[in-house]
């Protein structure tokens, strides 16, 4: 099941989103007699991982930006490799715009927070659900690829954060 999708990123941004979510499997985390819910991919990980592909791609580069989606994990490979200055052992810390305008627009219509804290939102919000860190290893000097694990790793951790948020009495997304 493929969709390509041509033109401006702003027309088709929530129907990248919902292909996705389509194909998006639900898991269950046990919880004394209850079973939680999570999905397997979170809805502003993926989004902030694709604005992330579109804001820091080489657009000079003739390759198109690819996204493949398995039952539990996700690959997003962006050509242009690593914006200049960012490595796999400082992309945490430093960060570091190649399209401004790009970015600009982006942030203007609210589809990113703010400069900077893209891959660390995508950081918090796997380890907080109990998955695999976002995972650059695959990267080459002139294409980023970002694996996304979908499946969760820690189970006592995800059932932690179920109880939780039961026990503050917060209803939490994925």
Request: hydrophobic share 40%.
């Given at each position: 099941d493929s969709a390509i999708f041509k033109g401006g990123?702003?027309?088709?941004?929530?129907?990248l989103w919902e292909k996705i979510n389509s194909r998006n499997i639900t898991l269950n985390v046990p919880q004394g007699l209850f079973l939680g819910e999570n999905k397997a991919f979170e809805e502003e990980t993926i989004r902030e991982a694709v604005n992330n592909a579109v804001m820091h791609r080489d657009y000079q580069e003739s390759e198109t930006i690819f996204i493949f989606q398995y039952p539990t994990s996700i690959e997003i490979?962006?050509?242009?490799g690593f914006v200049e200055g960012i490595t796999l052992s400082?992309?945490?810390y430093e960060s570091r715009v190649r399209n401004k305008l790009i970015?600009?627009?982006?942030?203007?219509c609210e589809f990113v927070e703010q400069f900077?804290?893209?891959?660390?939102?995508?950081f918090k919000k796997q380890l907080s659900l109990g998955k695999n860190p976002p995972d650059y290893s695959k990267s080459q000097e002139r294409r980023v690829v970002l694996k996304l694990d979908g499946a969760i790793q820690d189970l006592d951790f995800a059932k932690y954060v179920l109880?939780?948020?039961?026990?503050?009495?917060?209803?939490?997304?994925d």
């Open positions: 990123y702003l027309l088709y941004y929530n129907q490979k962006s050509p242009g400082n992309i945490l970015a600009d627009v982006l942030y203007r900077g804290t893209g891959v660390n939102l995508m109880k939780v948020a039961d026990s503050m009495q917060k209803v939490l997304s």
